[in-house]
């Protein structure tokens, strides 16, 4: 076995383990419950950062090649222009799904949030927020999400930093799409008690691979344009935080396999925008 193959299934190993040991412990112990997002959130976060110890105990002390291409660097003056994108990068999705599902009948956003605030499991009186308001909660979140995504480290560092630079070398779409599969199964614990889809354990999951690879592609374009793990890390926390929290907080949990930005109306803009990065030729690693 070479040096990669025995680096990748390592980080593999311990990347699945250690999260899955961390998530199903204190699940078990303190009874977590997907029903209860917040405190749930809180429970699975140690799980996150299983990723980036899996590649730093792979890096230091199993193959011991060392960080020189862990893109660490932030490279904000040569690559700015990719941390604005992934920055901002909700904003259109957002906008697109919230278009197919008023176009298609399936849900329509409520401004106001009550909808999506009782979704959250909180004993709180219900208040209508101001329409306008609700309406510019994504533009709220994205400060947020600058103060969230050194969070997201833990796993960009991993998937990343690590895992997408070792799968298939010279073959940079094969390695997002391996990499996006298995960064979607490393969810599996947390989407199989419906976790991202409340309900729908199996299809969610399903669902969920296919926006993991997209993204993973999207992801892997800002890693290699930008030389730098730190742009698909504030992708991650924009995802996150502005995406996933918007939809909710708009749609109330409603129709989630098709009305949440991993859900299948999501796949519409992020599957063009994999098809401009591919058609472009912007997929492709620094040293190329």
């Given at each position: 076995?070479?040096?990669?193959?025995?680096?990748?299934i390592?980080?593999?190993?311990l990347?699945?383990?250690?999260?899955?040991?961390?998530?199903?412990?204190?699940?078990?112990?303190?009874?977590?419950s997907?029903?209860?997002?917040?405190?749930?959130?809180?429970?699975?976060?140690?799980?996150?950062?299983?990723?980036?110890?899996?590649?730093?105990?792979?890096?230091?002390?199993?193959?011991?090649?060392?960080?020189?291409?862990?893109?660490?660097?932030?490279?904000v003056?040569?690559?700015?222009?990719?941390y604005?994108a992934?920055?901002?990068?909700?904003?259109?999705?957002?906008?697109?799904?919230?278009?197919?599902?008023?176009?298609?009948?399936?849900?329509?956003?409520?401004f106001?949030?009550?909808?999506?605030?009782?979704s959250?499991?909180?004993?709180?009186?219900?208040?209508?927020?101001?329409?306008?308001?609700?309406?510019?909660?994504?533009?709220l979140?994205?400060?947020?999400?600058?103060?969230?995504?050194?969070?997201?480290?833990?796993?960009?560092?991993?998937?990343?930093?690590?895992?997408?630079?070792?799968?298939f070398?010279?073959?940079?779409l094969?390695?997002a799409?391996?990499?996006?599969?298995?960064?979607?199964?490393?969810?599996l614990p947390?989407?199989?008690?419906?976790?991202?889809?409340?309900g729908?354990?199996?299809?969610?999951?399903?669902?969920?691979?296919?926006?993991?690879?997209?993204?993973?592609?999207?992801?892997?374009?800002l890693?290699?344009?930008?030389?730098?793990?730190?742009?698909?890390?504030?992708?991650?926390?924009?995802?996150?935080?502005?995406?996933?929290?918007?939809?909710?907080l708009?749609?109330?949990?409603?129709?989630?396999?098709?009305?949440?930005?991993?859900?299948?109306?999501?796949?519409?803009?992020?599957?063009?925008?994999?098809?401009w990065?591919?058609r472009t030729?912007r997929?492709?690693?620094?040293?190329?």
């Amino acid at each position: 076995m070479d040096n990669r193959t025995k680096g990748v299934i390592s980080f593999i190993l311990l990347a699945y383990g250690l999260a899955w040991a961390f998530w199903e412990l204190p699940i078990r112990l303190l009874g977590a419950s997907p029903r209860e997002p917040i405190f749930f959130q809180l429970v699975a976060l140690p799980g996150a950062f299983a990723p980036a110890v899996a590649a730093l105990i792979v890096r230091q002390w199993i193959t011991r090649e060392g960080f020189a291409d862990a893109g660490l660097r932030p490279n904000v003056k040569q690559g700015w222009r990719y941390y604005l994108a992934g920055w901002l990068l909700p904003l259109p999705v957002l906008t697109a799904i919230v278009m197919l599902a008023w176009a298609l009948a399936l849900a329509r956003p409520d401004f106001t949030l009550l909808s999506g605030v009782g979704s959250l499991g909180l004993d709180l009186p219900p208040t209508a927020a101001p329409p306008l308001l609700g309406l510019a909660l994504p533009f709220l979140l994205l400060l947020n999400a600058l103060l969230t995504f050194p969070l997201l480290w833990g796993e960009e560092f991993g998937w990343r930093g690590y895992l997408q630079m070792r799968l298939f070398p010279g073959r940079p779409l094969l390695a997002a799409i391996a990499t996006g599969i298995v960064w979607s199964l490393w969810h599996l614990p947390l989407n199989l008690r419906g976790y991202n889809f409340p309900g729908y354990p199996l299809a969610g999951m399903l669902v969920f691979t296919v926006s993991a690879v997209l993204l993973s592609i999207i992801f892997a374009w800002l890693r290699w344009a930008s030389d730098s793990v730190w742009p698909p890390t504030l992708a991650h926390a924009a995802t996150n935080t502005v995406g996933g929290s918007t939809m909710l907080l708009w749609f109330g949990g409603a129709k989630p396999l098709w009305v949440s930005y991993l859900g299948v109306l999501g796949w519409v803009p992020l599957l063009a925008l994999c098809i401009w990065i591919l058609r472009t030729g912007r997929l492709r690693p620094p040293s190329s």
